[in-house]
């Protein structure tokens, strides 16, 4: 069956880095473009990252445009996150989901916390 | 702003009909996603393209869509259903995706 699981989440100080990884397992890993969305304690969903199925194409939220890279090791079927210049407003449960038909995001972990805080 | 509006909150007596719509310029010409978000758990999608659902999901939800509106409605609410419903669409630029600020269903 299907499974994103992500890790490397904890509590990091303003303008520290952080990255965060999304093992999937039980699909074909790299036929999928995969996306990170987060959510602030609290608050809504924000899509964050997207990555295209070859890693060729990567996509950024205004809000963490220049901070944040998304990457993939489809020999690892792993997603990553790295997340630079971190912000007090960047805490948040972070998700990685498997884009699908639509387009739409079918399957999500469970997620990882990132507090950022001094 | 991610540029989709929703209603913060609705009510629907158990077994009655609620829809939630979800507005914005990007939904001229892409469709909405829709998902369900019971607390302390991840996103489910419920629906995605025009009216289709994952398998597991109930037939009582369905969408529709038109101009720059998207509606979810969940026919027959069951106590179960009580959520945040988010929708979803690709921004007007074909890259960037957005999410509406989520509706909070009530079931009464």
């Known amino acids: 069956q299907v499974q994103l699981v992500e890790s490397g989440g904890g509590v990091v100080q303003p303008e520290r880095s952080l990255r965060l990884s999304c093992a999937a397992s039980?699909?074909?890993?790299?036929?999928?473009?995969m996306h990170w969305v987060r959510q602030a304690p609290g608050k809504g969903l924000e899509w964050v990252a997207s990555?295209?199925?070859?890693?060729?194409?990567?996509y950024y939220a205004d809000s963490v445009k220049g901070r944040f890279t998304i990457s993939r090791d489809n020999s690892k079927n792993t997603v990553f996150l790295q997340m630079n210049g971190l912000r007090v407003e960047d805490t948040a449960l972070f998700y990685c989901?498997?884009?699908?038909?639509?387009?739409?995001?079918?399957?999500w972990g469970e997620g990882t916390l990132v507090i950022v805080s001094s | 702003s991610s540029g989709l509006t929703q209603d913060p909150a609705v009510s629907v007596a158990l077994g009655q009909t609620v829809r939630i719509t979800c507005q914005g310029d990007?939904?001229?010409?892409?469709?909405a996603s829709w998902y369900q978000q019971r607390p302390g758990q991840a996103p489910v999608l419920v629906i995605y393209?025009?009216?289709n659902r994952p398998s597991g999901i109930p037939g009582r939800f369905s969408s529709s869509n038109s101009g720059d509106t998207s509606s979810l409605t969940i026919a027959g609410a069951q106590a179960e259903d009580e959520a945040d419903y988010y929708c979803?669409?690709?921004?007007?630029?074909?890259?960037?995706?957005?999410f509406g600020p989520g509706t909070t269903v009530t079931v009464l």
């Open positions: 989901a498997r884009e699908f038909a639509g387009p739409s995001f079918d399957y």
């Open positions: 039980g699909f074909s890993f790299s036929a999928y473009d």
């Open positions: 990555i295209s199925y070859d890693g060729n194409n990567k």
């Open positions: 990007s939904l001229r010409s892409h469709i």
């Open positions: 393209g025009l009216n």
């Open positions: 979803n669409s690709r921004a007007s630029d074909n890259s960037h995706y957005a």
